[in-house]
């Protein structure tokens, strides 16, 4: 059933001025606060982003792609470091009923607690969590017939792009310190006439493998 709508979502860059609901944005920020993530971390934050100034903001954050000022909304999702360090972190090695000491043993190895680890890989895992988190929201729009365009190209701490623009789209977004802006959604209804390309991606047998790399599933 889902396939469908995998096969169906395609990037949209062209958004018409129809807005998206408020019970349909709630809807597609439950998917993404529902998704899987590191013994269930959730190192992230969502801010809805409605009104046009801002909107143009994040626009020039990202060397001014148009999609994000003409969407109805766009959905910034925030990395949450600090999660890491949560009491939460864990609890769920405590569930699974591992007792106090094992689970200070797991959270002490810096194989399994990026915040044991070096900046760049609590900067990867939050990164991976996130992106599972901005994908299911991607397919609840799909599902809702809502056009979205992820956005990857911003101004923030990985990119370096354009540093007082970022400066400002922190202070006016109140981004925590604690927090980076790990992606965007650019969400709305496509202007009238655009059409799906066909997907172009690479072949079934070029990217799967059965049991050992080169052999092929058939
Ligand atoms: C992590 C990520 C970042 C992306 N960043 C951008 C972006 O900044 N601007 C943009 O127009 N598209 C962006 N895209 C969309 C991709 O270009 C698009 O998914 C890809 O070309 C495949 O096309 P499709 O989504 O239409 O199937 C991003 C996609 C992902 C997954």
Redesign the pocket.
């Known amino acids: 059933m889902i396939l469908k709508e995998i096969e169906q979502?395609?990037?949209?860059?062209q958004f018409s001025d129809k807005k998206i609901s408020d019970e349909d944005i709630k809807q597609i920020l439950e998917a993404g606060r529902l998704a899987p993530s590191w013994m269930n971390v959730q190192p992230w934050h969502f801010i809805v982003v409605d009104n046009d100034e801002t909107k143009n903001l994040l626009s020039q954050s990202?060397?001014n792609?148009k999609?994000i000022k003409d969407a109805s909304h766009i959905i910034v999702m925030l990395g949450d470091f600090s999660a890491w360090n949560n009491k939460n972190f864990g609890q769920i090695l405590v569930e699974k009923g591992i007792p106090e000491e094992g689970v200070q043993q797991i959270l002490s190895n810096k194989g399994y607690n990026p915040a044991k680890n070096t900046n760049a890989v609590l900067v990867a895992r939050t990164m991976e969590q996130c992106?599972f988190s901005?994908?299911f929201m991607n397919l609840q729009a799909q599902s809702l017939n809502i056009d979205s365009?992820?956005?990857?190209?911003?101004a923030n701490e990985l990119t370096g792009f354009s540093p007082e623009i970022y400066q400002k789209v922190k202070e006016t977004l109140n981004i925590p310190e604690s927090s980076m802006i790990a992606?965007?959604l650019a969400l709305g209804y496509r202007q009238e006439g655009v059409k799906n390309?066909p997907?172009?991606?690479k072949s079934f047998e070029t990217v799967v493998s059965y049991e050992k790399y080169g052999q092929k599933f058939e």
């Open positions: 979502r395609q990037s949209v860059r990202a060397n792609q999609q992106s901005i994908s365009c992820i956005i990857g190209a911003f992606g965007m390309l997907k172009k991606r």
